[in-house]
């Protein structure tokens, strides 16, 4: 007969140790970044390579920045455009094209497991707090390319850049304009 309060505890231990290794792997990464020159002030760790015209593989955009990679890869099917606020705050205003991945949710660590990580992504939530987290842990997933837009939505929205309300699925009332690149 098994006995069920050890099962469980035995269980919890593990799950525990996942959790360990995980955070134990964002604070090295973090570590690298300041080792390496990055900013923890908010400044941009990344910005148009102004010879080139191309934006680098991982860092914060500027709004404008994003709209420019939005503009340049919006019929790509290899890129994605992550807004990982939760349900409701997506229908009060997204950015047009966007897919959901709450990170508020359970399996949001599941959910960004599943993507593919050779795609372009570009992540998106409010204020910029949550795709700094879920930036780190794309990074220590191996993704390739995760763009991440400073200042969330707040940001987009302050320069006047497109935003539709309502349900991703359904038809957007959509105001705004993207900058002329």
Not at 39 to 50: M, Q, R, S, Y
């Amino acid at each position: 007969m098994e006995d069920t309060c050890c099962t469980s505890l035995s269980g919890g231990i593990i799950d525990i140790r996942k959790r360990f290794k995980l955070w134990s792997g964002l604070v090295g990464l973090l570590l690298l970044t300041v080792a390496l020159g990055g900013c923890l002030d908010g400044t941009p760790l990344a910005g148009v390579d102004h010879d080139s015209g191309q934006l680098p593989s991982y860092g914060l955009v500027t709004p404008r920045e994003a709209a420019t990679v939005i503009l340049s890869m919006e019929d790509n099917p290899e890129f994605v455009l992550l807004d990982i606020r939760t349900l409701a705050e997506v229908e009060a205003g997204h950015i047009s094209g966007a897919v959901n991945l709450d990170f508020y949710s359970p399996t949001f660590e599941q959910g960004l497991e599943a993507l593919d990580r050779d795609k372009t992504y570009l992540i998106y939530c409010r204020s910029g707090n949550r795709t700094g987290q879920a930036r780190a842990m794309m990074v220590g997933l191996g993704f390739s390319t995760v763009y991440d837009l400073d200042g969330g939505i707040n940001a987009w929205n302050n320069v006047s850049y497109p935003i539709c309300l309502g349900p991703l699925d359904a038809e957007h009332d959509c105001s705004g304009e993207y900058p002329t690149l």
